[in-house]
């Protein structure tokens, strides 16, 4: 055991120094590659993990089947429960489970991950643990497999700059390189799970910054998010998450810049009050008494209550984005689900996620957005003129907009969402959308992740660096 031991210690060590000294191409080839290799299994191993957790408590036991994105399988779902007295058992149970697990065992795990993996960026990119890595991958696919309001990018992203940090503690990297290596690791864990890796590439550079895009980790961020992204499809597939929704729409109609640019006021406000609920919840369970660990069973169980009403509340909530994509699904859902799902699912996540649950805030912030999108075609199409015939392409502006706003990531979330929807026509009408939203937020100077500097000036400052 020892002999092994020092075997990897030495490994290791001549591993290092061949990195230390290898010019850029080279070092950042291997890197990029290990990471991405690590990442796309991650991805691989969260989000079956994930799957099993949801049949297993939110089908089997609580009774419901939720509907499912057409990359996950494409189910129609139900708004029914078979036996609705189980589901808020089910969803505190699992609101329980992942607080003794995350307040025992790591409790740097708790919430939705991606703020500590931006923090080991600016602060120490060695400081994430091996540990807090598998306990949010368990935590968060019992969290939201249970029917806890999250997303799954989180969990991969912390997965993947956890193991950025490993390198650089192992390797004995550069604080630079170090920092390179986690933030490559935070975009292409993203882009993996979600089939996105051009947009995943461009939130490695964006995410650690409000106002700025670190052009040094582009060409490294290229080569991890294709590669985890080869090896997540080798074993999922590669099709859009959600299928080619607006494959067929052209933009032509120049009246149409009205409704989109509509999409975006709104979309920048809703994201405005997503986080700003998100981070009230936060701040009230930290002051609240009592034990941690029972506080995401709480949230657990209110939201399981609501969903009695509102079963769109429950798990991702990928599937009522895919339904909310076609006029004839989404001409099913009533009216006032629509209407109210963006503010549901926002308070649904700040009870689940901000309580102490363990999971990611980017999916939420997909089906806020889609929601969104959906509202204003349900309200215009029967009255206004130019209005597609088709829900998807406000859907999809929908996403880009709220989300990209509230994380200060415009572009990439861009890129992200037209990547998942295989809808590369929509983002020309989308572009008024993302910055109208866009200079909503950024003149409250709000971010739904706290741990985001201003630029890289700031960053180097925060860092101890003058230039």
Not at 190 to 206: E, H, Q, R, S
Not at 297 to 314: D, N, T, Y
Not at 423 to 450: D, E, N
Request: aromatic share 8%; glycine share 16%.
């Amino acid at each position: 055991m020892a002999s092994g031991s020092r075997a990897l210690r030495s490994i290791g060590a001549s591993a290092g120094t061949w990195i230390r000294t290898a010019g850029y191409t080279r070092k950042w080839l291997v890197l990029g590659v290990v990471i991405g290799i690590v990442a796309g299994l991650g991805a691989v191993v969260f989000y079956v993990a994930l799957s099993e957790a949801t049949q297993l408590l939110i089908v089997d036991i609580g009774g419901y089947h939720p509907p499912t994105a057409a990359g996950d399988g494409g189910a129609g779902g139900s708004r029914e429960f078979t036996r609705p007295w189980a589901v808020p058992l089910v969803v505190c149970l699992g609101g329980l489970v992942s607080g003794i697990l995350v307040f025992t065992l790591a409790p740097e795990a708790e919430g939705h991950g991606t703020d500590a993996a931006i923090e080991a960026v600016h602060r120490d990119p060695r400081m994430i643990r091996v540990r807090v890595v598998l306990v949010k991958l368990v935590a968060s696919a019992i969290t939201i497999g249970s029917g806890g309001s999250g997303g799954r990018e989180g969990p991969t992203a912390q997965i993947s700059a956890g193991f950025g940090s490993l390198l650089a503690r192992r390797l004995d990297l550069s604080p630079r390189d170090g920092r390179i290596a986690v933030a490559i690791g935070i975009g292409s864990g993203i882009g993996a799970i979600f089939g996105a890796p051009l947009g995943g590439a461009v939130l490695c550079c964006t995410i650690p910054y409000k106002e700025d895009f670190d052009f040094e980790v582009l060409v490294p961020a290229l080569v991890t998010s294709i590669v985890s992204y080869t090896v997540f499809g080798s074993f999922l597939g590669f099709g859009p998450l959600f299928g080619y929704a607006a494959q067929d729409y052209v933009f032509d109609t120049p009246a149409q810049l009205v409704w989109f640019a509509l999409i975006g006021v709104l979309g920048g406000l809703i994201g405005l009050l997503y986080s700003g609920t998100f981070y009230t919840a936060v701040d009230l369970t930290h002051r609240l008494p009592g034990s941690r660990v029972v506080k995401p069973a709480v949230g657990g169980l209110l939201v399981g209550l609501m969903a009695l009403v509102l079963p769109e509340v429950l798990g991702s909530g990928y599937g009522w984005i895919q339904q909310s994509m076609a006029r004839d699904d989404l001409a099913a859902i009533p009216l006032w689900v629509v209407l109210l799902l963006p503010f549901a699912k926002i308070l649904a996540t700040s009870l689940s996620i901000g309580s102490g649950g363990s999971g990611g805030i980017f999916g939420p912030g997909m089906v806020i957005g889609a929601f969104t999108g959906a509202a204003v075609w349900r309200l215009l199409e029967p009255i206004a003129p130019g209005v597609p015939d088709n829900p998807a392409p406000f859907v999809i502006v929908g996403m880009m907009a709220c989300f990209g706003s509230i994380a200060r990531a415009p572009l990439a979330v861009m890129l992200m969402v037209a990547e998942m929807t295989g809808s590369i026509g929509v983002l020309a009408p989308g572009m008024i959308a993302v910055g109208l939203s866009y200079l909503i937020v950024r003149l409250s100077g709000k971010t739904i992740y706290r741990a985001q500097l201003g630029n890289r000036a700031e960053a180097r400052l925060a860092q101890g660096s003058p230039g």
